[in-house]
T-cell receptor, first 112, second 114 residues
Framework: GNSVTQMEGPVTLSEEAFLTINCTYTATGYPSLFWYVQYPGEGLQLLLKATKADDKGSNKGFEATYRKETTSFHLEKGSVQVSDSAVYFCALIGGSNYKLTFGKGTLLTVNP | DAGVIQSPRHEVTEMGQEVTLRCKPI?????LFWYRQTMMRGLELLIY????????DSGMPEDRFSAKMPNASFSTLKIQPSEPRDSAVYFC????????????FGQGTRLTVV
């Protein structure tokens, strides 16, 4: 079945530091890949997505590239801000499966 | 658009009581999902509706849980009787198509069963 593995947190960074959150997946066929963000006390919001190999999703300074050869979709940001503090979820939809399969989430805390 | 609206935001109830969670999806979206989030199990899909019809309820943990979608603008998730292990944040999400792409989540209902 489909599965998503993302790096365990928590991740604590200083403002303006470089961020990487690793995500790898297992899926049949050619899945679509997503990063969702959950700010404290809120629901999940779509951050970015990529639907085919080598696509790069980007939004709000975050980027992730769909790497089929390594089955990865790592999230990166060059300079994090305090307001980026949140839980980040990697997710996929694979093949004919309509279900979003989520990773366990990574808590990011950015200190001033 | 106001987004997906869930009520209540917080619910505290005693073990054995009935709990009903409510969701109003985004207008025009024809897919609706109920998720449960806990520290131990992360995000779990409980049930999925398409055009108001339950398509997959394999994630519903047991018979104490039931969900309905009487029309395109309203859904409920009911737990009866509630147990302390049901304590979690319950999210409703909707999406415009059959495939669960770009799901839009509500702010969730934090349920505490004491």
């Amino acid at each position: 079945g489909n599965s998503v593995t993302q790096m365990e947190g928590p991740v604590t960074l200083s403002e303006e530091a470089f961020l990487t959150i690793n995500c790898t997946y297992t899926a049949t066929g050619y899945p679509s890949l997503f990063w969702y963000v959950q700010y404290p006390g809120e629901g999940l919001q779509l951050l970015l997505k990529a639907t085919k190999a080598d696509d790069k999703g980007s939004n709000k300074g975050f980027e992730a590239t769909y790497r089929k050869e390594t089955t990865s979709f790592h999230l990166e940001k060059g300079s994090v801000q305090v307001s980026d503090s949140a839980v980040y979820f990697c997710a996929l939809i694979g093949g004919s499966n309509y279900k979003l399969t989520f990773g366990k989430g990574t808590l990011l805390t950015v200190n001033p | 658009d106001a987004g997906v609206i869930q009520s209540p935001r917080h619910e505290v109830t005693e073990m054995g009581q009935e709990v009903t969670l409510r969701c109003k999806p985004i207008s025009g979206h024809n897919s609706l999902f109920w998720y449960r989030q806990t520290m131990m199990r992360g995000l779990e899909l409980l049930i999925y509706f398409n055009n108001n019809v339950p398509i997959d309820d394999s994630g519903m943990p047991e018979d104490r849980f039931s969900a309905k979608m009487p029309n395109a603008s309203f859904s409920t998730l009911k737990i009866q009787p509630s147990e302390p292990r049901d304590s979690a944040v319950y999210f409703c999400a909707s999406s415009p198509g059959r495939a669960q792409t770009e799901a839009f989540f509500g702010q969730g209902t934090r349920l505490t069963v004491v």
